[in-house]
Protein backbone atom coordinates (compact mmCIF):
# COMPACT_ATOMS: atom_id res chain seq x y z
CA UNK A 1 0.00 0.00 0.00
CA UNK A 2 1.35 2.90 -1.56
CA UNK A 3 0.62 6.09 1.23
CA UNK A 4 2.44 9.66 0.21
CA UNK A 5 3.22 11.71 2.82
CA UNK A 6 1.96 15.52 1.53
CA UNK A 7 2.41 17.72 4.18
CA UNK A 8 2.90 18.43 7.74
CA UNK A 9 1.40 20.77 9.93
CA UNK A 10 2.35 22.09 12.81
CA UNK A 11 -1.39 23.02 14.06
CA UNK A 12 -0.60 23.41 17.47
CA UNK A 13 -3.90 24.91 19.01
CA UNK A 14 -5.20 26.57 16.12
CA UNK A 15 -7.52 23.75 15.77
CA UNK A 16 -9.20 24.49 18.89
CA UNK A 17 -9.37 28.21 18.19
CA UNK A 18 -10.60 27.13 14.97
CA UNK A 19 -13.24 25.38 16.28
CA UNK A 20 -14.29 27.78 18.93
CA UNK A 21 -14.37 30.37 15.96
CA UNK A 22 -17.14 27.99 14.69
CA UNK A 23 -18.68 26.83 17.83
CA UNK A 24 -19.76 30.79 18.69
CA UNK A 25 -21.30 31.10 14.90
CA UNK A 26 -19.03 33.79 13.71
CA UNK A 27 -18.71 33.00 10.58
CA UNK A 28 -22.57 33.16 9.39
CA UNK A 29 -23.18 36.37 11.33
CA UNK A 30 -19.73 37.86 10.09
CA UNK A 31 -21.05 36.89 6.73
CA UNK A 32 -24.67 38.10 7.49
CA UNK A 33 -23.34 41.90 8.04
CA UNK A 34 -20.46 41.55 5.47
CA UNK A 35 -22.47 40.16 2.45
CA UNK A 36 -20.08 37.82 0.43
CA UNK A 37 -19.67 39.09 -2.93
CA UNK A 38 -19.99 36.72 -5.70
CA UNK A 39 -16.92 38.06 -7.71
CA UNK A 40 -14.94 37.27 -4.66
CA UNK A 41 -13.32 33.74 -3.99
CA UNK A 42 -13.16 34.09 -0.15
CA UNK A 43 -15.51 35.62 2.13
CA UNK A 44 -15.36 38.30 4.75
CA UNK A 45 -15.63 35.67 7.54
CA UNK A 46 -12.84 33.41 6.13
CA UNK A 47 -10.34 36.87 6.14
CA UNK A 48 -11.76 37.55 10.24
CA UNK A 49 -10.77 34.21 10.94
CA UNK A 50 -7.58 33.87 8.95
CA UNK A 51 -6.47 36.95 10.92
CA UNK A 52 -7.67 36.30 14.39
CA UNK A 53 -6.04 32.59 13.81
CA UNK A 54 -3.18 34.84 12.71
CA UNK A 55 -3.23 36.88 15.95
CA UNK A 56 -3.15 34.04 18.43
CA UNK A 57 -0.69 32.10 16.47
CA UNK A 58 2.35 35.13 17.53
CA UNK A 59 1.49 37.62 14.54
CA UNK A 60 2.67 37.72 11.63
CA UNK A 61 2.60 40.94 9.45
CA UNK A 62 -0.10 41.23 7.19
CA UNK A 63 2.14 41.74 4.13
CA UNK A 64 3.94 37.93 5.14
CA UNK A 65 0.04 36.49 6.00
CA UNK A 66 0.06 34.79 1.91
CA UNK A 67 3.47 32.40 3.05
CA UNK A 68 2.01 31.83 6.16
CA UNK A 69 -1.07 30.09 4.81
CA UNK A 70 0.97 28.29 2.87
CA UNK A 71 2.31 26.86 5.80
CA UNK A 72 -0.79 25.92 8.09
CA UNK A 73 -3.91 22.99 7.25
CA UNK A 74 -5.82 26.09 5.36
CA UNK A 75 -9.34 24.07 4.48
CA UNK A 76 -9.27 22.00 8.01
CA UNK A 77 -8.56 25.80 9.85
CA UNK A 78 -10.72 27.98 7.95
CA UNK A 79 -13.33 26.29 5.07
CA UNK A 80 -12.82 23.34 2.71
CA UNK A 81 -12.05 24.38 -0.83
CA UNK A 82 -9.92 27.49 -0.24
CA UNK A 83 -6.40 27.77 -1.57
CA UNK A 84 -3.33 29.58 -0.32
CA UNK A 85 -3.58 31.81 -3.12
CA UNK A 86 -6.28 33.37 -2.81
CA UNK A 87 -5.16 35.17 0.16
CA UNK A 88 -2.49 37.45 -1.30
CA UNK A 89 -2.26 41.73 -0.17
CA UNK A 90 -4.90 42.52 -2.84
CA UNK A 91 -7.30 40.33 -1.52
CA UNK A 92 -6.97 40.81 2.26
CA UNK A 93 -7.06 44.54 1.73
CA UNK A 94 -9.75 44.61 -0.43
CA UNK A 95 -12.01 42.61 2.87
CA UNK A 96 -10.61 44.94 4.99
CA UNK A 97 -12.18 47.54 3.25
CA UNK A 98 -15.10 46.08 2.89
CA UNK A 99 -15.16 45.49 6.83
CA UNK A 100 -14.53 49.21 6.78
CA UNK A 101 -17.69 49.89 4.97
CA UNK A 102 -20.16 47.36 6.68
CA UNK A 103 -19.31 49.76 9.80
CA UNK A 104 -16.50 47.78 11.08
CA UNK A 105 -17.98 48.91 14.93
CA UNK A 106 -21.16 47.48 14.61
CA UNK A 107 -19.55 44.24 13.40
CA UNK A 108 -17.18 43.54 16.24
CA UNK A 109 -20.27 44.80 18.34
CA UNK A 110 -22.77 42.12 17.22
CA UNK A 111 -19.96 39.84 17.39
CA UNK A 112 -19.31 40.59 21.33
CA UNK A 113 -22.88 40.52 21.90
CA UNK A 114 -23.57 36.69 20.25
CA UNK A 115 -20.33 35.91 21.95
CA UNK A 116 -22.44 36.88 25.56
CA UNK A 117 -25.67 34.76 24.55
CA UNK A 118 -24.18 32.13 23.29
CA UNK A 119 -22.02 31.54 26.44
CA UNK A 120 -24.62 32.75 28.89
CA UNK A 121 -22.31 35.44 30.84
CA UNK A 122 -24.29 38.10 33.16
CA UNK A 123 -24.74 41.73 32.01
CA UNK A 124 -24.94 42.43 35.34
CA UNK A 125 -21.62 44.46 36.31
CA UNK A 126 -19.18 45.89 33.18
CA UNK A 127 -15.60 47.12 33.96
CA UNK A 128 -14.42 50.14 31.85
CA UNK A 129 -10.92 51.79 30.55
CA UNK A 130 -8.67 52.62 27.75
CA UNK A 131 -5.33 52.31 26.46
CA UNK A 132 -3.36 53.01 23.48
CA UNK A 133 -0.78 51.18 21.03
CA UNK A 134 1.84 53.63 19.24
CA UNK A 135 1.79 53.10 15.43
CA UNK A 136 4.03 54.57 13.08
CA UNK A 137 3.86 55.73 9.09
CA UNK A 138 1.88 58.48 7.68
CA UNK A 139 -1.68 57.56 6.80
CA UNK A 140 -3.60 58.51 4.07
CA UNK A 141 -7.47 58.99 3.85
CA UNK A 142 -9.85 61.18 1.99
CA UNK A 143 -12.43 60.74 4.52
CA UNK A 144 -12.85 63.14 7.53
CA UNK A 145 -14.86 60.62 9.52
CA UNK A 146 -11.64 57.86 9.38
CA UNK A 147 -9.68 56.98 12.52
CA UNK A 148 -7.58 60.40 13.16
CA UNK A 149 -3.94 59.17 14.13
CA UNK A 150 -1.65 62.50 14.77
CA UNK A 151 0.93 62.66 17.09
CA UNK A 152 0.34 63.67 20.54
CA UNK A 153 1.38 62.80 24.38
CA UNK A 154 0.92 59.06 25.38
CA UNK A 155 -0.31 57.82 28.54
CA UNK A 156 4.10 58.03 29.15
CA UNK A 157 3.54 61.30 28.59
CA UNK A 158 5.79 60.87 25.43
CA UNK A 159 5.66 62.37 22.00
CA UNK A 160 4.26 59.63 19.73
CA UNK A 161 1.47 58.92 17.22
CA UNK A 162 -1.06 56.56 19.38
CA UNK A 163 -4.51 55.09 18.62
CA UNK A 164 -6.57 54.14 21.66
CA UNK A 165 -8.75 51.16 22.44
CA UNK A 166 -11.31 51.23 24.82
CA UNK A 167 -13.22 48.18 26.78
CA UNK A 168 -15.85 46.91 28.78
CA UNK A 169 -16.12 43.53 29.81
CA UNK A 170 -16.89 41.62 32.45
CA UNK A 171 -14.99 39.93 35.63
CA UNK A 172 -13.64 37.30 33.54
CA UNK A 173 -12.17 40.16 31.01
CA UNK A 174 -14.66 38.87 28.10
CA UNK A 175 -15.30 42.16 26.28
CA UNK A 176 -19.03 43.51 25.60
CA UNK A 177 -17.89 46.30 23.78
CA UNK A 178 -14.75 47.43 21.99
CA UNK A 179 -13.59 50.36 20.02
CA UNK A 180 -10.78 51.78 18.12
CA UNK A 181 -10.28 56.08 18.83
CA UNK A 182 -8.10 58.66 18.35
CA UNK A 183 -5.04 58.27 20.76
CA UNK A 184 -5.65 61.83 22.12
CA UNK A 185 -9.07 61.27 23.25
CA UNK A 186 -8.90 61.75 26.67
CA UNK A 187 -10.79 59.46 29.53
CA UNK A 188 -13.21 61.98 30.42
CA UNK A 189 -14.26 62.47 27.19
CA UNK A 190 -14.54 59.21 26.86
CA UNK A 191 -16.56 57.70 29.39
CA UNK A 192 -20.15 60.06 28.87
CA UNK A 193 -19.66 58.38 24.76
CA UNK A 194 -19.46 54.91 25.46
CA UNK A 195 -22.15 54.54 28.10
CA UNK A 196 -24.49 56.13 25.64
CA UNK A 197 -22.98 53.24 23.16
CA UNK A 198 -23.43 50.84 25.34
CA UNK A 199 -27.00 51.27 26.15
CA UNK A 200 -27.67 51.61 22.24
CA UNK A 201 -25.94 48.10 22.33
CA UNK A 202 -27.60 46.32 25.06
CA UNK A 203 -30.93 47.92 23.72
CA UNK A 204 -29.91 46.51 20.46
CA UNK A 205 -29.83 42.84 22.28
CA UNK A 206 -33.27 43.68 23.73
CA UNK A 207 -31.59 43.55 26.85
CA UNK A 208 -33.29 46.79 29.07
CA UNK A 209 -31.98 45.79 32.48
CA UNK A 210 -30.31 47.82 34.95
CA UNK A 211 -26.18 47.32 35.38
CA UNK A 212 -23.11 48.83 37.12
CA UNK A 213 -20.65 50.73 35.16
CA UNK A 214 -16.97 50.35 36.88
CA UNK A 215 -14.49 52.50 35.67
CA UNK A 216 -11.04 54.56 37.12
CA UNK A 217 -11.27 57.95 38.32
CA UNK A 218 -11.73 59.79 35.33
CA UNK A 219 -15.14 58.99 35.02
CA UNK A 220 -16.52 61.48 38.43
CA UNK A 221 -17.40 64.22 35.61
CA UNK A 222 -21.05 65.94 35.33
CA UNK A 223 -21.26 64.19 31.93
CA UNK A 224 -20.38 60.79 32.81
CA UNK A 225 -22.91 61.34 35.79
CA UNK A 226 -25.79 62.48 33.63
CA UNK A 227 -25.17 59.58 30.82
CA UNK A 228 -24.77 57.10 33.62
CA UNK A 229 -28.29 57.95 34.68
CA UNK A 230 -29.53 58.01 31.46
CA UNK A 231 -28.58 54.49 30.47
CA UNK A 232 -30.09 52.72 32.89
CA UNK A 233 -26.79 52.19 35.00
CA UNK A 234 -25.18 52.83 38.47
CA UNK A 235 -21.66 53.86 38.59
CA UNK A 236 -18.57 52.33 40.94
CA UNK A 237 -15.47 54.91 40.64
CA UNK A 238 -12.40 55.71 42.22
CA UNK A 239 -13.11 59.82 44.05
CA UNK A 240 -9.95 61.99 43.07
CA UNK A 241 -7.89 62.75 45.77
CA UNK A 242 -8.49 66.42 44.76
CA UNK A 243 -12.30 66.14 45.22
CA UNK A 244 -13.61 68.30 48.05
CA UNK A 245 -16.11 65.33 49.37
CA UNK A 246 -13.49 63.10 49.02
CA UNK A 247 -11.06 64.81 51.11
CA UNK A 248 -13.91 65.69 53.32
CA UNK A 249 -14.84 61.78 53.81
CA UNK A 250 -10.72 60.78 54.65
CA UNK A 251 -10.50 63.99 57.18
CA UNK A 252 -13.58 62.43 58.59
CA UNK A 253 -12.12 58.99 58.73
CA UNK A 254 -9.17 60.32 60.77
CA UNK A 255 -11.82 60.56 63.83
CA UNK A 256 -10.98 57.88 66.30
CA UNK A 257 -15.01 57.36 66.91
CA UNK A 258 -14.92 56.14 62.77
CA UNK A 259 -17.19 52.56 62.77
CA UNK A 260 -14.31 50.75 61.02
CA UNK A 261 -15.56 47.19 60.01
CA UNK A 262 -13.53 44.67 60.72
CA UNK A 263 -10.88 43.75 58.72
CA UNK A 264 -11.46 41.15 55.92
CA UNK A 265 -10.01 39.54 52.92
CA UNK A 266 -11.14 39.26 49.46
CA UNK A 267 -8.48 36.75 48.35
CA UNK A 268 -8.60 33.41 48.84
CA UNK A 269 -4.31 33.17 50.28
CA UNK A 270 -2.04 36.11 50.77
CA UNK A 271 -4.60 38.80 50.06
CA UNK A 272 -4.27 42.24 51.38
CA UNK A 273 -6.97 42.89 54.80
CA UNK A 274 -9.03 45.94 54.56
CA UNK A 275 -11.47 48.02 56.60
CA UNK A 276 -14.40 49.56 55.24
CA UNK A 277 -16.18 53.35 56.69
CA UNK A 278 -19.47 54.68 54.68
CA UNK A 279 -20.69 58.30 54.82
CA UNK A 280 -22.69 60.04 51.78
CA UNK A 281 -22.49 62.86 50.56
CA UNK A 282 -23.83 64.83 46.70
CA UNK A 283 -22.01 65.94 44.03
CA UNK A 284 -23.20 67.63 40.51
CA UNK A 285 -26.99 66.98 42.59
CA UNK A 286 -26.23 63.60 42.27
CA UNK A 287 -26.36 61.65 45.84
CA UNK A 288 -23.19 59.09 46.49
CA UNK A 289 -22.13 56.89 48.77
CA UNK A 290 -18.53 57.26 50.13
CA UNK A 291 -17.17 54.22 51.20
CA UNK A 292 -13.32 55.08 52.59
CA UNK A 293 -11.09 51.71 51.83
CA UNK A 294 -7.91 50.98 54.08
CA UNK A 295 -5.57 48.43 52.74
CA UNK A 296 -3.19 46.54 54.41
CA UNK A 297 -1.12 46.56 51.14
CA UNK A 298 0.23 50.10 50.46
CA UNK A 299 0.58 51.15 46.89
CA UNK A 300 4.17 50.32 45.48
CA UNK A 301 4.46 53.95 44.54
CA UNK A 302 2.79 55.75 47.39
CA UNK A 303 5.21 53.31 49.46
CA UNK A 304 8.26 55.04 47.38
CA UNK A 305 6.82 58.38 47.88
CA UNK A 306 6.96 57.75 51.54
CA UNK A 307 10.19 56.34 52.15
CA UNK A 308 11.42 59.30 49.86
CA UNK A 309 9.93 61.42 51.97
CA UNK A 310 10.94 59.70 55.61
CA UNK A 311 14.68 60.10 54.27
CA UNK A 312 14.40 63.78 53.17
CA UNK A 313 13.23 64.22 56.39
CA UNK A 314 15.85 62.71 58.63
CA UNK A 315 18.42 64.56 56.36
CA UNK A 316 17.10 68.01 57.15
CA UNK A 317 16.98 66.94 60.77
CA UNK A 318 20.49 65.88 61.34
CA UNK A 319 21.84 69.45 58.83
CA UNK A 320 19.54 71.38 61.44
CA UNK A 321 21.35 69.73 64.00
CA UNK A 322 24.52 69.94 62.99
CA UNK A 323 23.79 73.86 61.75
CA UNK A 324 22.54 74.93 65.44
CA UNK A 325 25.26 73.01 67.38
CA UNK A 326 27.88 74.96 65.10
CA UNK A 327 26.74 77.89 66.15
CA UNK A 328 26.47 78.74 70.19
CA UNK A 329 24.70 81.96 71.87
CA UNK A 330 26.35 84.24 74.11
CA UNK A 331 22.74 85.67 75.28
CA UNK A 332 20.90 82.81 77.23
CA UNK A 333 17.65 85.25 75.76
CA UNK A 334 19.05 84.91 72.39
CA UNK A 335 19.28 81.45 72.50
CA UNK A 336 15.26 80.94 74.17
CA UNK A 337 14.17 82.83 71.16
CA UNK A 338 15.87 80.69 68.84
CA UNK A 339 14.97 77.61 70.36
CA UNK A 340 10.99 79.29 70.11
CA UNK A 341 10.95 80.01 66.61
CA UNK A 342 12.61 76.71 65.49
CA UNK A 343 10.07 75.02 67.69
CA UNK A 344 6.85 76.88 65.82
CA UNK A 345 8.75 75.84 62.27
CA UNK A 346 10.17 72.35 62.71
CA UNK A 347 6.95 70.70 62.05
CA UNK A 348 8.14 66.86 61.46
CA UNK A 349 6.23 63.76 60.13
CA UNK A 350 8.16 61.04 60.93
CA UNK A 351 10.40 61.86 63.65
CA UNK A 352 10.33 63.00 67.31
CA UNK A 353 12.58 66.02 67.87
CA UNK A 354 13.01 67.61 71.58
CA UNK A 355 14.66 70.75 71.14
CA UNK A 356 16.24 72.26 74.67
CA UNK A 357 18.80 75.27 75.45
CA UNK A 358 21.98 74.16 77.10
CA UNK A 359 24.49 76.07 79.16
CA UNK A 360 27.88 75.28 78.71
CA UNK A 361 31.31 76.42 80.21
CA UNK A 362 34.24 75.56 77.74
CA UNK A 363 37.55 78.32 77.40
CA UNK A 364 37.34 81.69 75.94
CA UNK A 365 39.35 81.84 72.36
CA UNK A 366 41.63 84.04 72.71
CA UNK A 367 44.40 85.26 69.39
CA UNK A 368 47.67 84.00 69.96
CA UNK A 369 49.72 81.78 72.12
CA UNK A 370 48.70 82.16 76.01
CA UNK A 371 50.96 83.54 78.25
CA UNK A 372 52.75 80.56 80.12
CA UNK A 373 50.95 79.67 83.28
CA UNK A 374 48.33 81.82 82.65
CA UNK A 375 45.05 80.45 83.89
CA UNK A 376 42.06 80.12 80.82
CA UNK A 377 39.66 82.85 80.99
CA UNK A 378 36.26 80.92 80.79
CA UNK A 379 33.12 81.43 79.14
CA UNK A 380 29.69 80.47 79.46
CA UNK A 381 27.27 79.73 76.21
CA UNK A 382 24.50 78.85 75.40
CA UNK A 383 23.94 76.08 72.54
CA UNK A 384 20.29 75.03 70.96
CA UNK A 385 20.35 71.10 71.11
CA UNK A 386 18.20 68.88 69.18
CA UNK A 387 17.47 65.19 69.97
CA UNK A 388 16.38 63.59 66.60
CA UNK A 389 14.58 59.97 67.20
CA UNK A 390 12.16 58.20 64.48
CA UNK A 391 8.71 57.93 65.74
CA UNK A 392 7.35 54.12 64.30
CA UNK A 393 3.76 55.75 65.35
CA UNK A 394 3.73 58.25 63.47
CA UNK A 395 5.19 56.60 60.20
CA UNK A 396 2.49 53.69 60.60
CA UNK A 397 -0.11 56.31 61.09
CA UNK A 398 1.24 58.16 57.51
CA UNK A 399 1.45 54.71 55.99
CA UNK A 400 -1.96 53.76 57.25
CA UNK A 401 -3.24 57.47 55.56
CA UNK A 402 -1.64 56.35 52.22
CA UNK A 403 -3.64 53.25 52.28
CA UNK A 404 -6.71 54.34 51.82
CA UNK A 405 -8.91 56.00 48.88
CA UNK A 406 -12.30 56.87 48.51
CA UNK A 407 -14.99 54.94 46.22
CA UNK A 408 -17.59 56.60 44.65
CA UNK A 409 -21.13 54.86 44.62
CA UNK A 410 -24.26 55.48 43.07
CA UNK A 411 -24.96 51.75 43.53
CA UNK A 412 -28.13 51.80 46.85
CA UNK A 413 -27.07 49.25 49.25
CA UNK A 414 -30.09 46.44 47.97
CA UNK A 415 -30.10 45.62 44.49
CA UNK A 416 -31.96 42.99 42.65
CA UNK A 417 -32.69 41.66 46.31
CA UNK A 418 -29.12 41.50 46.84
CA UNK A 419 -27.66 43.41 49.77
CA UNK A 420 -24.85 46.00 48.17
CA UNK A 421 -23.03 47.03 51.50
CA UNK A 422 -19.21 48.45 51.04
CA UNK A 423 -17.52 45.07 51.03
CA UNK A 424 -19.34 44.20 48.57
CA UNK A 425 -18.46 47.55 46.17
CA UNK A 426 -14.95 47.01 47.20
CA UNK A 427 -14.95 43.63 45.71
CA UNK A 428 -16.85 44.35 42.28
CA UNK A 429 -14.18 47.61 42.09
CA UNK A 430 -11.42 45.11 42.27
CA UNK A 431 -12.53 43.24 39.65
CA UNK A 432 -11.14 46.43 38.02
CA UNK A 433 -8.13 44.45 37.16
CA UNK A 434 -10.13 42.07 34.52
CA UNK A 435 -9.85 44.85 31.90
CA UNK A 436 -6.55 46.35 32.39
CA UNK A 437 -5.26 42.48 32.25
CA UNK A 438 -6.82 42.65 28.32
CA UNK A 439 -4.25 45.21 27.85
CA UNK A 440 -1.40 43.28 28.63
CA UNK A 441 -2.58 41.25 25.92
CA UNK A 442 -3.22 44.44 23.29
CA UNK A 443 0.35 45.55 24.18
CA UNK A 444 1.97 42.02 24.17
CA UNK A 445 4.30 41.78 20.53
CA UNK A 446 3.46 38.33 20.33
CA UNK A 447 0.03 39.07 19.64
CA UNK A 448 -0.39 42.69 18.15
CA UNK A 449 3.29 43.19 16.85
CA UNK A 450 3.72 46.00 14.79
CA UNK A 451 0.86 47.49 12.43
CA UNK A 452 1.92 47.65 8.51
CA UNK A 453 -1.17 49.15 6.75
CA UNK A 454 -1.65 51.92 4.22
CA UNK A 455 -4.68 53.50 5.23
CA UNK A 456 -6.42 54.79 9.04
CA UNK A 457 -9.38 52.69 7.64
CA UNK A 458 -7.59 49.21 7.91
CA UNK A 459 -5.63 50.42 10.95
CA UNK A 460 -8.94 50.84 12.44
CA UNK A 461 -9.82 47.18 11.08
CA UNK A 462 -7.02 45.63 12.06
CA UNK A 463 -7.82 47.00 15.46
CA UNK A 464 -10.99 45.54 16.46
CA UNK A 465 -9.70 42.25 15.11
CA UNK A 466 -7.21 42.66 17.54
CA UNK A 467 -10.37 42.83 20.22
CA UNK A 468 -11.93 40.41 18.47
CA UNK A 469 -8.81 38.00 18.84
CA UNK A 470 -8.84 39.13 22.77
CA UNK A 471 -12.69 37.92 22.86
CA UNK A 472 -11.77 34.69 21.57
CA UNK A 473 -9.00 34.01 23.64
CA UNK A 474 -10.91 35.48 27.40
CA UNK A 475 -13.69 32.67 26.18
CA UNK A 476 -11.21 29.91 25.33
CA UNK A 477 -9.26 30.30 29.06
CA UNK A 478 -12.88 30.88 30.71
CA UNK A 479 -14.05 27.52 29.36
CA UNK A 480 -11.05 25.91 30.37
CA UNK A 481 -11.18 27.28 33.85
CA UNK A 482 -14.46 25.76 34.64
CA UNK A 483 -13.48 22.54 34.72
CA UNK A 484 -9.57 22.92 36.29
CA UNK A 485 -9.81 22.40 39.81
CA UNK A 486 -7.01 22.70 42.75
CA UNK A 487 -8.23 18.86 42.99
CA UNK A 488 -7.38 18.11 39.54
CA UNK A 489 -4.56 20.54 38.08
CA UNK A 490 -3.41 21.06 34.71
CA UNK A 491 0.77 19.77 34.29
CA UNK A 492 2.14 22.85 33.13
CA UNK A 493 6.03 23.21 32.15
CA UNK A 494 8.55 21.44 34.54
CA UNK A 495 5.78 19.91 36.24
CA UNK A 496 4.28 22.99 37.62
CA UNK A 497 0.59 22.59 38.67
CA UNK A 498 -1.86 24.94 36.95
CA UNK A 499 -5.15 25.50 38.58
CA UNK A 500 -5.86 28.99 36.98
CA UNK A 501 -3.76 28.80 33.98
CA UNK A 502 -3.89 31.30 31.12
CA UNK A 503 -4.49 31.20 27.74
CA UNK A 504 -1.07 31.06 27.01
CA UNK A 505 -0.21 28.26 29.53
CA UNK A 506 -2.85 26.14 27.66
CA UNK A 507 -1.41 26.96 24.36
CA UNK A 508 1.84 25.32 25.21
CA UNK A 509 0.48 22.30 26.58
CA UNK A 510 -1.00 22.00 22.48
CA UNK A 511 2.60 23.50 21.22
CA UNK A 512 3.64 19.85 19.66
CA UNK A 513 0.68 18.61 18.14
CA UNK A 514 1.20 18.04 14.24
CA UNK A 515 -1.08 16.91 11.79
CA UNK A 516 0.29 14.67 9.20
CA UNK A 517 -1.50 15.07 5.84
CA UNK A 518 -1.79 11.73 3.94
CA UNK A 519 -2.78 10.82 0.56
CA UNK A 520 -3.99 7.23 -0.44
CA UNK A 521 -3.23 5.16 -3.30
CA UNK A 522 -6.63 6.27 -4.59
CA UNK A 523 -5.85 9.75 -4.21
CA UNK A 524 -8.10 10.52 -1.27
CA UNK A 525 -6.87 12.72 1.53
CA UNK A 526 -6.52 11.69 5.16
CA UNK A 527 -5.06 13.40 7.58
CA UNK A 528 -3.14 12.23 11.62
CA UNK A 529 -1.96 13.08 14.47
CA UNK A 530 2.14 12.89 14.54
CA UNK A 531 1.46 10.81 18.21
CA UNK A 532 -1.32 10.48 20.34
CA UNK A 533 -2.61 13.33 22.49
CA UNK A 534 -1.53 12.85 26.10
CA UNK A 535 -4.06 12.74 29.05
CA UNK A 536 -3.90 16.27 29.92
CA UNK A 537 -4.76 17.41 25.99
CA UNK A 538 -7.47 14.99 25.89
CA UNK A 539 -9.02 16.04 29.21
CA UNK A 540 -9.29 19.90 27.82
CA UNK A 541 -10.28 19.06 24.51
CA UNK A 542 -13.28 16.91 26.40
CA UNK A 543 -14.05 19.90 29.11
CA UNK A 544 -14.19 22.28 25.65
CA UNK A 545 -16.95 19.54 24.30
CA UNK A 546 -14.33 18.43 21.76
CA UNK A 547 -11.95 15.35 20.54
CA UNK A 548 -8.96 14.90 18.34
CA UNK A 549 -11.57 14.86 15.09
CA UNK A 550 -10.97 18.93 14.98
CA UNK A 551 -7.43 17.48 13.83
CA UNK A 552 -7.85 14.92 11.51
Known amino acids: MDVRIRAIYES ?41 LDILSGRQALVHLEQWVHDIDLPKLVRPGLEPSWFNDDAIARHLDRLYEANIHQVLSSCLVQIYKKEGLSLRVFHADTTDKTVYGAYESVSSEALQITHGYNRHHRWQKPIGFGLIGNEDGIPFYGDVHDGNVPDKTWNPEVLSR ?163 VRPKKRRGRPKKGAEPEMETLYLVRLDVEFDPNAWEQARRKASRFVLVTTVPKEWKGQPMEAKEILKLYKGQISVEMNFSFLKDPFFTDEIYVKKPERVAVLGYLFLLALAIYRVFQRRVRQFITPERPLKGAGGRKLTRPTGQAIFQLFRYVKVVLLELPDGHIQRALGKPLTPDQRRILQGLGMDESIYV
Open 12 to 52: SYLNIISALFKDLDLPQLIDHLVPVNPQCQTRASDIVKLIV
Open 198 to 360: VHEQLKQAKIQDEWIYVADSAAMTKDTLTQTKAANAFLITRGPSSLRIVKQALAEADSPHIPWSDPFTLAEKNGATYRVWETASTYESHPFRLIVVESSSLDQRKGKTLDKERTKEAELLREEQARWERHPFSCRADAEQALASLKASLRPQFHRVEAVVEEI
